[in-house]
């Protein structure tokens, strides 16, 4: 997986396709007839699947990058990841 920081050091299109399979990933979760704590132990492993090489891909991105813009891209990147997680 690569992906680099657009010049806007916002979230690259990669993962923002990904937060939206994440989204309906937790859209399904909630339906589950399942306890809130047991639904969100099940998700765990679930998200952190689908979600660390892209933020990891997102950290490889911001290496080259100075170190004001790197720590900008990367807080953007998680902010999405944050967003889409709180919804």
């Given at each position: 997986?690569?992906?680099?920081a657009p010049l806007d050091l916002g979230p690259p299109a990669a993962l923002g396709e990904q937060l939206a399979r994440v989204r309906e990933?937790?859209?399904?979760?909630s339906g589950a007839l399942l306890p809130p704590a047991e639904r969100d132990e099940a998700l765990q492993p679930v998200l952190a699947a689908v979600l660390e090489p892209y933020l990891n891909a997102c950290a490889q991105a911001a290496a080259p990058?100075?170190?004001?813009?790197g720590a900008v891209f990367l807080i953007n990147c998680l902010l999405a990841c944050q967003r889409t997680l709180l919804d």
């Open positions: 997986l690569h992906v680099s990933v937790l859209d399904a979760f990058l100075p170190p004001a813009e």
